[in-house]
């Protein structure tokens, strides 16, 4: 296997070298206008300037490592992939704008897509020259997909969409939204996901409007997104019509891959830096509070082995246990920091940046589907049990 780096083939044979190499691009690129800027609750945060980035990490081939190389990715092992994402994480590199387009709608697209959806979507998401959102959930089916009304008609050589979607992040930057809709009457009886299909749907049209959403925080990175006989072409449902909740599930998969490795180091670097402000006010000096940052430690160190694992070999409802285990533990730190910040004076940037993780963090158990729909997930494919009723 080779690996392209600034237009080079540069041969990787083992992955003490693919480190090197992440590593050494990394340390030449990255530069203090975007290091650390962006994340969850951040996503506004030097948009354009992790844009350009994002595009240069593109050009080097670092932007579909885990793709097929017959669709333009690298096809890095999974070890590599997951070095990727430490070091990615490790150096401060900014929050990537394409996590949605390459991270969920490519392998989807590769997967499931027609040939003819590949050609016109998959270099444009490889390239980052398109930006794509969401259309899940809804303002009376969050996390009950099943449950969408938005609808889709087939007239002529398109669809039309009408509809709200909710929740949206992004969609006010994005170019594309691949949407989940209604376009043909549940089956008596049977289940509600049949009948919804799954559209590609470009968001720069008459017919959607996008409205932002004012967080606790003071930022709107999500917004609402209206449909009113907004329009996509024929040919642009994945799978077959009606056939949309596979592909939607399928999508979800892909979210939850070697990325929550790197995921997992910016909670360390958090955590870390929690630390440093308990040491600075005091707060380190209570034992109370010394022994739950030790647990803290002890709880991501328990989480990282787990993730490891699972992604060795996944299990039914793995990535439900992770996004279980992850949020708990991101609310529990935002909630240990203002304990730690009610200790002493850190400063108006620690305080102001401390403030927003605990603000947002509130909202980490229910986006991504609720915590309450994980748990029913393992209940039923782990554990066993019966089915909920459902209204």
């Known amino acids: ?84 994402h430490e070091e990615y994480a490790r150096a401060g590199a900014p929050s990537r704008v394409d996590h949605i387009g390459t991270t969920m709608v490519g392998p989807t697209l590769i997967d499931l897509g027609t040939p003819e959806q590949q050609r016109r979507f998959l270099p444009r998401l490889a390239a980052v020259d398109e930006l794509w959102c969401q259309g899940y959930s809804e303002p009376g089916a969050g996390s009950d997909l099943a449950g969408v009304t938005t609808r889709a008609r087939l007239d002529g050589d398109r669809w039309v969409i009408t509809g709200q979607k909710v929740w949206t992040s992004l969609a006010h930057v994005a170019d594309w939204c691949f949407v989940l809709a209604r376009t043909a009457p549940a089956p008596a009886g049977g289940p509600r996901s049949a009948g919804l299909s799954y559209l590609l749907v470009p968001m720069r049209q008459p017919g959607i409007t996008v409205r932002p959403i004012r967080q606790l925080t003071g930022d709107s990175e999500f917004n609402e997104v209206f449909f009113d006989d907004a329009v996509t072409e024929a ?35 958090d955590l870390d830096d929690l630390v440093a402000v308990a040491r600075g006010t005091g707060a380190a000096a209570v034992p109370a509070l010394r022994e739950r940052l030790t647990r803290a430690w002890i709880d991501l160190t328990v989480l990282r082995a787990h993730t490891l694992r699972v992604l060795r070999d996944p299990q039914p409802a793995a990535s439900s246990v992770i996004k279980l285990l992850w949020t708990r533990w991101r609310q529990g730190l935002g909630e240990l920091a203002m304990e730690v910040l009610a200790h002493g004076d850190a400063g108006p940037e620690a305080v102001a940046r401390w403030q927003t ?25 782990v554990l066993g049990l019966p089915r909920q009723a459902r209204g």
């Open 357 to 381: 993780y605990f603000l947002f963090s509130r909202a980490d158990t229910i986006y991504g589907g609720s915590n309450e729909i994980q748990r029913g997930i393992v209940a039923e494919r």
């Open 1 to 84: 296997m080779s690996l392209r780096v600034s237009g080079e083939a540069t041969p990787v044979t083992d992955d003490d070298a693919f480190r090197r190499e992440i590593r050494e691009w990394l340390a030449a690129e990255l530069t203090d206008e975007v290091r650390g800027a962006g994340g969850v609750g951040r996503e506004n945060e030097a948009f354009e300037q992790r844009l350009a980035f994002t595009r240069r990490l593109a050009a080097a081939g670092w932007g579909t490592l885990a793709w097929p190389v017959a669709h333009g990715g690298r096809g890095a092992s999974l070890s590599q992939q997951v070095i990727f």
């Open 235 to 269: 040919g642009f449902v994945v799978g077959e019509p009606g056939q949309g909740w596979t592909v939607a599930m399928a999508t979800l998969a892909y979210e939850r891959g070697a990325a929550t490795v790197g995921q997992q180091i910016g909670f360390q670097r």
